[in-house]
């Protein structure tokens, strides 16, 4: 059975950081792009941050180019999001999604259905 678990998030100040956590198990991630997603109340939910199976390649939403950065540590089953310079925009929901795609799209990357796995979130909330 595939899980897919994500951790770190929490109540922070503009301006500040944090870093969330995704553990997957009972599949080789490897084998799979991994992304983040986010969804705010009342909002679509929308692509944060892809990568490749290696992760060589990788793509952003505009809004958190330069202040997010997606890694991956495959020997721990492990994908990061380091968020920096937190605004009050990014306050949502943030789900991490196990791509059905090594190596994901420049064009498709954000579209829901390239996932197959979904963790259940954790909280962002960004206080101004």
């Known amino acids: 059975q595939v899980q897919v678990v994500e951790s770190g998030g929490g109540l922070v100040q503009a301006g500040e950081s944090l870093k969330l956590s995704c553990v997957v198990s009972g599949l080789k991630m490897d084998d799979h792009g991994m992304a983040w997603f986010r969804q705010a109340p009342g909002k679509e939910r929308e692509g944060v941050s892809v990568i490749s199976w290696a992760g060589g390649r990788k793509y952003y939403l505009d809004s958190v180019k330069d202040r997010f950065y997606i890694r991956r540590d495959n020997d721990e089953n492990t994908v990061y999001l380091e968020m920096d310079h937190l605004k009050p925009e990014d306050t949502a929901m943030y789900y991490c999604?196990?791509?059905?795609?090594?190596?994901?799209?420049?064009?498709?990357?954000?579209?829901?259905?390239?996932?197959?796995?979904w963790g259940r979130g954790t909280q962002v909330t960004v206080s101004s």
């Open positions: 999604a196990v791509s059905g795609h090594l190596i994901p799209s420049r064009e498709t990357w954000s579209d829901k259905d390239e996932y197959i796995y």
